[in-house]
DNA sequence: AATGACCTGACAATTGGCTGACATGGATCA
DNA sequence: TGATCCATGTCAGCCAATTGTCAGGTCATT
């Protein structure tokens, strides 16, 4: 699963960062709140951690506003002001937990995975583009009501582009949203894989745009 | 609503009731574990608070007794006792959330409307999934009528499969709730309970989805 | 027509999951 | 105490699905 870590101070999101890699969690550590907000509201994250102390945008502030564009991510806040106002504010902001520090790394550990575990099954699960429908909850796509097999890279593929319908995403944002890493260019295995799923799904649902990347148009209702 | 408020000191108890009530909800207090336990498995409320340092059976005992009967109200948990290893054993044994004393009342109040929020719409006690029935008040399970009788474990994996049906659970989630823990991740000891049970109550229940964990089917009505 | 971007089919290495057999350890009972 | 049973974990081998790679192809743009 993929995190977005959002601290500030340096040796504590290394100290994190590593915690939670070993735990198996792909990483992406933001240092201000600026950048915070532009990754949340674009990237997709199984979860976030966010620190409130930040420089540039207030963290509460970043919060509010990815859960006013109707980014529904789980959020678990981070912070040394451990006033009850503070968790308040936190909680009504749209938090799903609060964390004060100091804390151990098992109870971080904890309760992500306990509000990982919570909000999965809260997206709103079906989307459609076209003739294919999504459905988020089962991992289940189907063409005109068919249910079609897809492997779980094919999943991925197509479960980023169809939330994502109507943009066109570049080779690297694929590359760094279904596989978890930046791009090996010297490998074709995106084009591979579209190729797949294509063969699968039929070839108008994804259209190519030649020197930037792939799109799946917006359906009209 | 209706609430349960565990809590055995009278003054602490009175003051949260009548907070409580003053917020509009309806609550019933008890002192001790054992009648905790009772209320908890036999009524139905919308939410308990829980105070873990109980004469009688311990807070944590009761509540992983509910949660073994297939008791899903959400619960918050309050304590003293404020150990991060207790933390974490309150959000692992099932509890939705943990509130160190002491604590404002308002703090109270905006953690049991979050965890309310998150857990609208879950409870009710027989299961069912294409031909297998649960029952989880009897801890019984049948296939088309006929009782099968299932191990500890297996019960706890079929129940928590049957609670989340219609969803795609990960190796990982299903580890962490039949077994208590995270992972030992050089065991296939889940693979194998997936196999007793199945062969047990037959091999359409549970589908696997490669590579992303295993699914129970929603049987449409 | 040249160029570079993209597509496709084949193939092999790897992985993930299933199964049967066995080991362990606790409970029960004579 | 010892015999036995049951629940559960471990292990090794098997099989099939998955996926990266590569070697050409095709196509749009200049």
């Keep these: 699963m993929r995190l977005l870590l959002v601290e500030d101070e340096r040796r504590i999101a290394a100290d994190i960062a590593s915690a939670l890699a070993a735990a198996g969690y792909v990483v992406e550590t933001v240092r201000d709140g600026e950048e915070a907000w532009f990754r949340g509201d674009t990237e997709d994250y199984g979860a976030v951690i966010l620190d409130l102390g930040l420089p540039g945008m207030d963290g509460l502030a970043v919060l509010k506003r990815w859960r006013s564009n109707g980014r529904h991510m789980p959020v678990l806040i981070l912070t040394a002001r451990a006033s009850w106002a503070e968790r308040v504010d936190g909680i ?130």
């Design 92 to 221: 009504d902001a749209g938090a799903d937990d609060y964390l004060p520090k100091p804390f151990r790394m098992e109870e971080l550990l904890a309760r992500l995975r306990s509000i990982v575990r919570r909000t999965a099954g809260h997206s709103s699960s079906v989307v459609s583009a076209g003739d294919i429908m999504l459905d988020e909850r089962q991992m289940k796509v189907s063409v005109r009501g068919v249910p079609i097999a897809l492997s779980p890279l094919e999943y991925r593929l197509v479960a980023y582009l169809l939330r994502h319908r109507g943009r066109v995403l570049s080779q690297h944002e694929l590359d760094e949203n279904v596989y978890g890493h930046g791009e090996d260019h010297d490998s074709n295995a995106l084009e591979v894989l579209i190729g797949r799923v294509r063969k699968k799904l039929g070839p108008d649902l994804i259209e190519t745009r030649r020197g930037f990347g792939y799109l799946v148009p917006e359906t009209p209702a």
